[in-house]
Protein backbone atom coordinates (compact mmCIF):
# COMPACT_ATOMS: atom_id res chain seq x y z
CA UNK A 1 0.00 0.00 0.00
CA UNK A 2 2.91 2.53 1.19
CA UNK A 3 4.58 1.68 -2.04
CA UNK A 4 1.86 2.40 -4.17
CA UNK A 5 0.83 5.70 -2.23
CA UNK A 6 4.45 6.77 -3.27
CA UNK A 7 4.04 5.57 -7.15
CA UNK A 8 0.73 7.72 -6.69
CA UNK A 9 2.62 10.93 -5.75
CA UNK A 10 5.23 10.43 -8.10
CA UNK A 11 3.51 10.52 -10.54
CA UNK A 12 3.05 14.44 -10.58
CA UNK A 13 7.23 14.23 -11.43
CA UNK A 14 7.22 16.13 -15.10
CA UNK A 15 3.36 16.73 -15.18
CA UNK A 16 3.85 20.35 -15.97
CA UNK A 17 6.37 20.43 -18.99
CA UNK A 18 4.32 16.88 -20.41
CA UNK A 19 1.11 19.29 -20.84
CA UNK A 20 3.05 22.03 -22.27
CA UNK A 21 4.73 19.15 -24.58
CA UNK A 22 1.32 17.93 -25.56
CA UNK A 23 -0.33 21.52 -25.48
CA UNK A 24 -2.81 20.58 -23.10
CA UNK A 25 -3.68 23.63 -21.23
CA UNK A 26 -6.33 24.71 -23.90
CA UNK A 27 -8.60 21.83 -22.60
CA UNK A 28 -7.89 23.24 -18.65
CA UNK A 29 -9.63 26.75 -19.24
CA UNK A 30 -13.28 26.09 -18.95
CA UNK A 31 -12.12 23.46 -15.47
CA UNK A 32 -10.31 25.80 -14.15
CA UNK A 33 -13.34 28.78 -14.79
CA UNK A 34 -15.13 25.97 -13.15
CA UNK A 35 -12.75 25.14 -10.09
CA UNK A 36 -12.41 28.94 -9.32
CA UNK A 37 -16.47 29.77 -9.11
CA UNK A 38 -16.97 26.95 -7.12
CA UNK A 39 -14.29 27.57 -4.78
CA UNK A 40 -15.15 31.16 -4.04
CA UNK A 41 -19.34 30.07 -3.83
CA UNK A 42 -18.22 27.00 -1.14
CA UNK A 43 -15.84 29.48 0.37
CA UNK A 44 -18.18 32.36 0.73
CA UNK A 45 -20.61 29.91 2.62
CA UNK A 46 -18.38 28.18 4.98
CA UNK A 47 -17.82 31.43 6.10
CA UNK A 48 -21.00 32.42 6.69
CA UNK A 49 -21.75 28.88 8.10
CA UNK A 50 -18.75 28.31 10.88
CA UNK A 51 -20.24 30.53 12.98
CA UNK A 52 -23.25 29.24 13.33
CA UNK A 53 -22.22 25.39 13.56
CA UNK A 54 -19.95 26.76 16.57
CA UNK A 55 -22.98 28.21 18.57
CA UNK A 56 -25.44 25.30 17.52
CA UNK A 57 -22.97 23.18 19.16
CA UNK A 58 -22.04 25.00 22.27
CA UNK A 59 -25.83 24.81 23.37
CA UNK A 60 -24.82 21.48 24.79
CA UNK A 61 -23.11 22.74 27.62
CA UNK A 62 -25.98 23.47 30.29
CA UNK A 63 -23.13 25.29 32.33
CA UNK A 64 -21.95 28.81 32.79
CA UNK A 65 -18.49 27.77 34.23
CA UNK A 66 -16.46 26.97 31.27
CA UNK A 67 -19.03 27.77 28.80
CA UNK A 68 -16.53 30.61 26.95
CA UNK A 69 -13.90 27.74 26.71
CA UNK A 70 -16.60 25.33 25.01
CA UNK A 71 -17.74 27.98 22.92
CA UNK A 72 -14.38 28.29 20.96
CA UNK A 73 -14.01 24.79 20.82
CA UNK A 74 -17.28 24.76 19.53
CA UNK A 75 -16.40 27.37 16.34
CA UNK A 76 -13.59 26.00 16.14
CA UNK A 77 -14.76 22.43 15.61
CA UNK A 78 -17.61 23.49 13.24
CA UNK A 79 -14.93 25.52 11.32
CA UNK A 80 -13.13 21.89 10.43
CA UNK A 81 -16.62 20.53 10.11
CA UNK A 82 -17.45 23.43 7.11
CA UNK A 83 -14.29 23.26 5.69
CA UNK A 84 -14.50 19.39 5.46
CA UNK A 85 -17.81 18.79 3.90
CA UNK A 86 -16.86 22.34 2.01
CA UNK A 87 -13.84 20.07 0.46
CA UNK A 88 -15.24 17.59 -0.70
CA UNK A 89 -18.26 19.12 -2.33
CA UNK A 90 -15.80 21.30 -4.06
CA UNK A 91 -13.84 18.51 -5.26
CA UNK A 92 -16.65 16.16 -6.23
CA UNK A 93 -18.65 19.47 -8.07
CA UNK A 94 -15.63 20.26 -9.60
CA UNK A 95 -14.98 16.90 -11.01
CA UNK A 96 -18.13 16.16 -12.53
CA UNK A 97 -18.68 18.98 -13.62
CA UNK A 98 -15.26 18.50 -15.99
CA UNK A 99 -15.53 15.06 -16.79
CA UNK A 100 -15.61 15.78 -20.72
CA UNK A 101 -12.93 18.25 -20.63
CA UNK A 102 -10.20 16.06 -18.89
CA UNK A 103 -11.41 12.91 -21.17
CA UNK A 104 -9.52 14.28 -23.75
CA UNK A 105 -6.54 15.32 -22.06
CA UNK A 106 -6.61 11.32 -20.86
CA UNK A 107 -6.45 10.01 -24.14
CA UNK A 108 -3.71 12.21 -25.59
CA UNK A 109 -1.49 11.10 -22.77
CA UNK A 110 -2.32 7.62 -23.55
CA UNK A 111 -1.55 8.20 -27.07
CA UNK A 112 1.85 9.84 -26.25
CA UNK A 113 2.33 6.78 -23.53
CA UNK A 114 1.59 3.91 -25.92
CA UNK A 115 2.29 5.49 -29.51
CA UNK A 116 -0.98 4.14 -30.65
CA UNK A 117 -3.68 6.56 -32.42
CA UNK A 118 -6.86 4.83 -32.87
CA UNK A 119 -7.71 2.67 -29.85
CA UNK A 120 -10.22 -0.20 -29.62
CA UNK A 121 -12.29 1.82 -26.42
CA UNK A 122 -15.07 2.69 -25.65
CA UNK A 123 -16.79 5.36 -27.78
CA UNK A 124 -18.61 7.85 -25.42
CA UNK A 125 -20.53 11.39 -26.23
CA UNK A 126 -19.85 14.63 -24.65
CA UNK A 127 -23.13 14.26 -22.83
CA UNK A 128 -22.12 10.54 -21.76
CA UNK A 129 -19.19 11.55 -20.38
CA UNK A 130 -20.76 14.21 -17.77
CA UNK A 131 -23.40 11.81 -17.41
CA UNK A 132 -20.82 9.54 -16.12
CA UNK A 133 -18.90 11.70 -13.78
CA UNK A 134 -21.77 12.73 -12.40
CA UNK A 135 -23.11 9.28 -11.57
CA UNK A 136 -19.33 8.39 -10.15
CA UNK A 137 -18.92 11.72 -8.08
CA UNK A 138 -22.93 11.06 -6.95
CA UNK A 139 -21.51 7.95 -5.99
CA UNK A 140 -18.70 8.71 -4.17
CA UNK A 141 -19.57 11.93 -2.37
CA UNK A 142 -22.37 9.48 -0.34
CA UNK A 143 -19.71 7.41 0.52
CA UNK A 144 -17.93 10.00 1.34
CA UNK A 145 -19.94 11.32 3.81
CA UNK A 146 -20.68 8.15 4.97
CA UNK A 147 -16.78 7.80 6.23
CA UNK A 148 -16.69 11.69 6.78
CA UNK A 149 -19.57 12.07 9.58
CA UNK A 150 -18.44 9.66 12.21
CA UNK A 151 -14.88 10.96 11.97
CA UNK A 152 -15.76 14.41 12.51
CA UNK A 153 -17.72 13.20 15.73
CA UNK A 154 -14.63 12.27 16.72
CA UNK A 155 -13.14 15.48 17.15
CA UNK A 156 -14.98 15.61 20.53
CA UNK A 157 -12.83 13.11 21.98
CA UNK A 158 -9.28 14.34 23.00
CA UNK A 159 -6.21 12.58 21.84
CA UNK A 160 -8.90 10.50 19.27
CA UNK A 161 -9.28 13.50 17.64
CA UNK A 162 -5.55 14.06 16.47
CA UNK A 163 -5.78 10.58 14.03
CA UNK A 164 -9.59 11.37 13.06
CA UNK A 165 -7.52 14.34 11.01
CA UNK A 166 -5.43 12.70 8.72
CA UNK A 167 -7.77 9.54 8.49
CA UNK A 168 -10.01 12.56 6.78
CA UNK A 169 -7.51 13.58 5.02
CA UNK A 170 -6.74 10.14 3.25
CA UNK A 171 -10.49 9.66 3.25
CA UNK A 172 -10.45 13.20 1.11
CA UNK A 173 -6.84 12.10 -0.71
CA UNK A 174 -8.48 8.37 -1.98
CA UNK A 175 -11.72 9.93 -3.02
CA UNK A 176 -10.13 12.27 -5.09
CA UNK A 177 -7.46 10.07 -6.31
CA UNK A 178 -10.78 8.00 -8.09
CA UNK A 179 -12.32 10.68 -9.94
CA UNK A 180 -8.92 11.58 -11.39
CA UNK A 181 -8.20 7.71 -12.53
CA UNK A 182 -11.66 7.52 -13.59
CA UNK A 183 -11.14 9.74 -16.55
CA UNK A 184 -8.98 7.50 -18.19
CA UNK A 185 -11.10 4.01 -17.49
CA UNK A 186 -14.48 5.99 -18.62
CA UNK A 187 -12.96 4.68 -22.17
CA UNK A 188 -12.01 1.47 -21.37
CA UNK A 189 -14.50 0.28 -18.51
CA UNK A 190 -17.87 0.76 -17.38
CA UNK A 191 -19.19 1.71 -14.39
CA UNK A 192 -18.70 -1.23 -12.20
CA UNK A 193 -15.67 -2.51 -13.48
CA UNK A 194 -14.12 0.88 -12.53
CA UNK A 195 -15.18 1.03 -9.09
CA UNK A 196 -12.96 -2.58 -9.22
CA UNK A 197 -10.26 -0.84 -10.80
CA UNK A 198 -9.76 1.68 -8.29
CA UNK A 199 -10.40 -0.65 -5.25
CA UNK A 200 -7.87 -2.84 -6.33
CA UNK A 201 -5.26 0.27 -6.89
CA UNK A 202 -6.30 1.95 -3.76
CA UNK A 203 -3.19 2.96 -2.82
CA UNK A 204 -2.28 4.72 -6.47
CA UNK A 205 -5.95 7.20 -5.77
CA UNK A 206 -4.51 7.97 -2.07
CA UNK A 207 -1.26 8.67 -3.69
CA UNK A 208 -2.51 11.48 -6.26
CA UNK A 209 -5.04 13.08 -4.02
CA UNK A 210 -2.58 13.46 -1.49
CA UNK A 211 -0.92 15.88 -3.62
CA UNK A 212 -4.28 17.18 -5.32
CA UNK A 213 -5.31 18.02 -1.85
CA UNK A 214 -2.33 19.86 -0.84
CA UNK A 215 -2.75 21.98 -3.71
CA UNK A 216 -5.88 23.11 -2.38
CA UNK A 217 -3.66 24.61 0.75
CA UNK A 218 -1.74 26.97 -2.13
CA UNK A 219 -3.92 30.41 -2.12
CA UNK A 220 -5.25 30.91 -5.92
CA UNK A 221 -2.32 29.35 -7.59
CA UNK A 222 -4.10 25.96 -6.16
CA UNK A 223 -7.03 26.03 -7.30
CA UNK A 224 -6.06 26.88 -10.53
CA UNK A 225 -3.20 24.32 -11.21
CA UNK A 226 -4.72 21.63 -9.35
CA UNK A 227 -7.03 20.23 -12.04
CA UNK A 228 -4.28 19.86 -14.74
CA UNK A 229 -1.40 18.37 -12.41
CA UNK A 230 -3.37 16.02 -10.77
CA UNK A 231 -5.43 14.84 -13.99
CA UNK A 232 -2.27 14.20 -15.99
CA UNK A 233 -0.61 12.50 -12.99
CA UNK A 234 -3.22 10.30 -12.84
CA UNK A 235 -3.47 9.82 -16.14
CA UNK A 236 0.25 8.45 -16.70
CA UNK A 237 -0.22 6.19 -13.48
CA UNK A 238 -3.40 4.45 -14.77
CA UNK A 239 -2.24 4.13 -18.35
CA UNK A 240 0.85 2.73 -17.02
CA UNK A 241 -0.98 0.42 -14.73
CA UNK A 242 -3.12 -0.92 -17.79
CA UNK A 243 -0.18 -1.77 -19.78
CA UNK A 244 1.55 -3.46 -17.20
CA UNK A 245 -1.79 -5.94 -16.61
CA UNK A 246 -2.26 -5.53 -20.57
CA UNK A 247 -5.72 -3.73 -20.42
CA UNK A 248 -5.16 -1.75 -23.37
CA UNK A 249 -5.74 -4.57 -24.94
CA UNK A 250 -8.97 -4.95 -27.71
CA UNK A 251 -9.72 -8.10 -25.81
CA UNK A 252 -9.69 -7.00 -22.86
CA UNK A 253 -11.50 -3.92 -23.62
CA UNK A 254 -15.39 -3.19 -22.34
CA UNK A 255 -17.76 -2.11 -25.55
Excluded: C
Amino acid sequence: MIKNILNGIKAYTGTFALISKLNLWKYFLIPIVISVVTAIIIGLSAYGLSDNIGDFIARIWPWETGKETFTAISSFIGAIIVLAVGLILYKHIIMALSAPFMSPVSEKIETHLTGIEKHQHRKTSFKEQLARGIRMNVRNLGKELLITLPLLLLKFIPVVNIFSTGLLFLVQAYYAGFGNIDYTLERHFKYNESVRFVRKHRGVAIGNGIVFMLFLLIPVVGIILVLPMSVTAASLKTVEILKSEDLLSSKQLTV
